[in-house]
Structure formats: structure tokens, C-alpha cells
């Protein structure tokens, strides 16, 4: 870490939009230090937040620590409501949009952060094909839409998400950036998005080390390869690393051994852990073709589109450009990789 105790950059989000390549694709680079696995939340969950300290938190997420290197996050949670409890309160309640944001800012205030912004449809209806996958939706997108659209519905959303009500507003990304740009500054958040980072991996992945400070020439092997996509299927789906977990824990001599242990040793043991339970997810994926939307889905679809379009306006204010899903013809088109929030939009 180049600061004692700090972390100099989050990938914020969005989730559902490329972060777990991201992930892949910036650990290969020897300026930057990220936690073994990829997710390592600590602001977004009162659960961690309430019970760590910001000491504890660091040796659980960087086990072993390399000096002299940038130390990151990727952590999609930080585009979504506070979990657990306290600052989101009850669903319907009043939830203060900055919350997340602040904490954030108050710990960090010279982070930079990245956002990596997909087609807010298209990332609404990747996350119903996750979820349904997994066996946790059992709606039909048609009938899921048409729930989550409801005023109150969306209230709920916003103040609390769960698996299954996040769809739509996980897409509200001038919402959920606004925050930031106005406590962190315009210069200090970089805005990339999904279909440049397949199209031009290599561009975006400049453009991220440019902004971070590091060494832009370095390009990781796996440049180009995908992640976690949604239409992935699962090659065993009975074994993981977490078995083998479970059953040690179960074993009175494996529970005497661990106990035994120091608190370094521990934390370089789940370091391991973390990160052979990363690779393993990373690969137990089998690549399969996206479903075409059905011809039901067509009007869903749609009232996502509209409900989106304000929130698209509010974006494009923030970013001095509209994303790529808004702009229309003639409209320039978005800077090779991403650009930072644009200042001088942001004070119109």
C-alpha cells in the first residue's frame, strides 16, 4: 500500500457490468495490490462496518500486503443501498442517499473511484436471468418489471435491496453517482462502460491506468477474456472449496489446529482460501449462449427503457455527454475507454 492504512482506489459498480473482468484483468498489474477474492465490501454492510475496524478490515482484505503498491477494490456493492441494517431503515422508510457515499469519503477522501456503467436494461435483464438461474426468482421478467415499477415498490428498492428487487434500480446510475461526484469531485471519478471494455479492452484498460498513475504499457495476458457472465452455466455444482471448509470445521482435530494458530497465520490461511475460492468460481463456469429475449419480453423491456430516461438525463448532465445507450444520431460519441465526471457539465 502506498499509504499506511489507506486504499487509494474503488471500483464502485455497477453490478452485473464487467467488474469481475476488471478484477481479472487489473491483479496481473505489479503497481496494484487487490484483495485475494473479489469482493471485499466493509462501508456497503453495517454487518462488517458495525463489527470491524478499519485496522481489521485491512489485514482481512490485503493478507499480506506488498509496499509500494496501489491498493484497490472492486466491490459493486458501493452502487447499492447500505444492507444489515441502520442507515437504509425500514423498507418504505427514509433513506438518505448520501449515506454510503459518505462514509465512504470520510475514511477515503482521496480515493479515486471507478464505475464501469452498462445499458441499464440490459443489465436488468442479465441479473433476472442470474437470479433465476440460481433459483432464487421464480417471476417471469414481464411480471417482475411490473412489480419493481411500482412506486412504492422502487421506495422499497432504494432504501433496501434484496436479490430480487434490485433489478431496476441498480440501473439508476445518475441517481447513485451523483453523490459521489459531489463529494469526491468530478476529476477524482472515472466513468467506463461495458460494451467499450469488449469492444476495446485494451483502450479502457489504458485509460484505468492513466488515471490510477501506473505503468500504462502493462497488458495482462487474459486482456479480452470474460467473466462471470450471466448466461454461464455452472460445471459441478456439488464440490467447492467451501465443502472442503465444512467438513474441516466439523473435525475436532482441524479445530484444534486452527486455534493453535497465530493471527497472521490465520490471515494468510484465508488469503489462501479466498483466493483458491475465487479461482475455483472463476472457472467453474461453462460458457453458454445469451437467450434472446422472447417476444413477451418486448414491452417490459420498454417501460424499463422510459422509466430509465430521466435518470439517463441526470447521467449525461454528470458526464458533459450522454452514454452511449442515450445518444442519438449526430451526438459525439463517448471517449475511448471513459472519461471523468464532467466538471464543467456538472455546474450547469
Not at 462501508?43 to 509500494?68: C, H, N, T, V
Not at 442517499?97 to 462514509?103: G, V
Not at 435491496?161 to 434500480?169: H, L
Not at 435518470?311 to 460519441?333: F, I, N
Request: hydrophobic share 35%; aromatic share 8%; with cysteine.
Amino acid at each position: 500500500m502506498t499509504g499506511e492504512g489507506a486504499i487509494d482506489f474503488l471500483v464502485i459498480g455497477a453490478p452485473k457490468s464487467g467488474t469481475t473482468s476488471l478484477f481479472e484483468y487489473l491483479r496481473g498489474h505489479p503497481e496494484i495490490e487487490l484483495p485475494p477474492d473479489k469482493e471485499a465490501p466493509y462501508f456497503s454492510d453495517d454487518r462488517i462496518y458495525g463489527r470491524l475496524s478499519w485496522e481489521e478490515y485491512l489485514q482481512r482484505a490485503f493478507p499480506a500486503p506488498k509496499r509500494g503498491r496501489l491498493a484497490g477494490t472492486i466491490t459493486p456493492h458501493y452502487m447499492s443501498p447500505i444492507t444489515g441494517v441502520a442507515e437504509g431503515g425500514p423498507p418504505g422508510g427514509p433513506y438518505d442517499e448520501y449515506a454510503l457515499p459518505r462514509r465512504i469519503h470520510e475514511r477515503l477522501p482521496s480515493a479515486r473511484l471507478i464505475a464501469i456503467l452498462r445499458d441499464p436494461v440490459q443489465r436488468a435483464y442479465s441479473h433476472h436471468i442470474q437470479e433465476t438461474r440460481l433459483g432464487h426468482e421464480t417471476r417471469p421478467f414481464p411480471a417482475a418489471v411490473d412489480e419493481l415499477l411500482r412506486p412504492e415498490a422502487l421506495a422499497d428498492s432504494r432504501a433496501q435491496s434484496t436479490r430480487t428487487n434490485c433489478y431496476v434500480v441498480l440501473g439508476e446510475y445518475g441517481r447513485l453517482l451523483e453523490p459521489y461526484h459531489e463529494l469526491f469531485g468530478p476529476d477524482r471519478v472515472l466513468v467506463l462502460f461495458t460494451d467499450a471494455l469488449a469492444r476495446e479492452p485494451g483502450a479502457v484498460l489504458r485509460r484505468i491506468h492513466e488515471f490510477l498513475g501506473v505503468d500504462p504499457e502493462v497488458e495482462p495476458r487474459n486482456l479480452g477474456k470474460r467473466y462471470n457472465v450471466s448466461a454461464a452455466e455452472r460445471k459441478v455444482s456439488r464440490v467447492s472449496p467451501a465443502t472442503a471448509v465444512r467438513l474441516a470445521a466439523g473435525n475436532p482435530l482441524t479445530r484444534a489446529v486452527w486455534r493453535s494458530l497465530s493471527e497472521q497465520r490465520k490471515s494468510a490461511v484465508l488469503g489462501w482460501y479466498k483466493r483458491l475460492d475465487f479461482r475455483f468460481k472463476t472457472w467453474n463456469r461453462r460458457a453458454a449462449p445469451a437467450p434472446e429475449p422472447p417476444a413477451e419480453d418486448a414491452a417490459a423491456l420498454e417501460r424499463l427503457r422510459e422509466h430509465y430516461a430521466a435518470d439517463g438525463r441526470l447521467l449525461a448532465r454528470l458526464l458533459g455527454y450522454p452514454p452511449p445507450w442515450e445518444a442519438g444520431e449526430g451526438e459525439p460519441p463517448d471517449p475511448p475507454g471513459g472519461s471523468e465526471l464532467n466538471p464543467e457539465a456538472a455546474r450547469k
